[in-house]
C-alpha cells in the first residue's frame, strides 16, 4: 500500500474519534429515521407509522394507479409527519479505542519506505 494513503487513513480515524469525543449524540432527519425504521425494525411497528404504505416500492417517483402517492406526496409525508427523530448516542467509551487504532495506523504508515 501507499504511505500517503495509510497515513489518511489513520488521520481519518484519529479525526472521527475527536468527533466521537466532541459529540454525543447524532440525530437523524425524519427521512433517515424512516429509513432506519424501515430496514431494521419490526414489520408491524413499520406498518402502524405509516399505514398509506405496503413497502418501499410504493414510493417510486413514477404513479402505477391513482391510489398510490407521487414522489412529492411522499417526500412532503415524509417532512410532515410526526414520526419522531431518532438519535444515536454511542457509549462514551468508543473513542479510544478508536483514537489509538488511528494512530498505531497513522505512525505504521510513518514507518513504511517512501517508494
Not at 410504493?58 to 411522499?74: D, E, I
Not at 479510544?96 to 494512530?103: D, H, K, V
Request: hydrophobic fraction near 45%; glycine fraction near 4%.
Amino acid at each position: 500500500m501507499n504511505r500517503i494513503f495509510v497515513m489518511t487513513f489513520g488521520l481519518f480515524f484519529v479525526l472521527f474519534s475527536a468527533q466521537l469525543f466532541l459529540i454525543k449524540a447524532y440525530v437523524l432527519t425524519p427521512q433517515a429515521t424512516r429509513f432506519v425504521t424501515e430496514r431494521f425494525e419490526a414489520p408491524d411497528v413499520v406498518n402502524n407509522m405509516a399505514p398509506n404504505h405496503s413497502g418501499p416500492f410504493n414510493q417510486a417517483s413514477f404513479r402505477m394507479n391513482s391510489s398510490q402517492p407521487s414522489y412529492l406526496q411522499t417526500a412532503n409525508y415524509l417532512s410532515n409527519s410526526s414520526v419522531s427523530q431518532r438519535s444515536i448516542a454511542p457509549p462514551n467509551w468508543l473513542c479510544w479505542p478508536t483514537f489509538f487504532f488511528g494512530m498505531v495506523v497513522f505512525l505504521h504508515g510513518l514507518a513504511l519506505r517512501n517508494k
